[in-house]
């Protein structure tokens, strides 16, 4: 019964918010508008909604007036609201061309101005990371779960390496995020919520000034130990 009201909590506050960011759009032609609003609203009553409690580590460790590009594990859907609370900078997701044409899902993700990529074209890919790099020099900060699926109880699975490129691209930091029980509060193949204490801890930046595209597999790996390392620190 807890979690029936859970989810219709969850689909009438997000279509609430799904009309307002649209609305704001339209009318400021704005697309950081409607993220801070997904930032400050729209997660935090999914998180309230969800009785899940927020710890988070490691903010004073980075800059939030540069732009960055934060490489987090994977481990619910319910990460997303998680990540938009923990970090208090604006963040373009990069997600799958797919996710575009989802009623309320890609709708919001247009209006908040995530970053669309083709994953099945090549050329594409490369062209769009590209372009990311672009958007990240003028200001945007990005994530991106480079697992590219949920993780299911089997530790942090090999990246895939389109982040880095699109970070070396840029020229930017690099900043590994760990999230600890997100898998309790919400299990990978599960809608049911349940209360727990999530942990986000953010590691230092990693420079990418200096590297080259052929660096992205090294900096996909250093990413990814520093993410282990980040268990248990405080």
Sequence with gaps: ???????????????LWVLAALVLLAVTLNHNLPLVMARRFWAAGLLWG??????VHGVNDIDFSQPHVFVCNHQSTIDIPIVFRAIPQNLHFIIKKELFYIPFVGWFAWATGMI???????????ASLRKIGRQIRAGRSVIAFPEGTRSRGQGIQPFKKGVFFAAIEAGVPVVPVLIEGA????PADSFSVRPARVRVTL???IATTGLSAADRARLSELTRERIHALRGSK
């Design 1 to 15: 019964m807890i979690n029936f009201i859970q989810a219709i909590f969850t689909v009438l506050w997000t279509a």
């Design 50 to 55: 969800a009785r899940t409690r927020l710890e």
């Design 116 to 126: 669309f990529v083709d994953r099945k074209n090549q050329i594409r890919v490369v």
């Design 183 to 186: 898998d309790v509060a919400m």
């Design 203 to 205: 590691g230092k930046p």
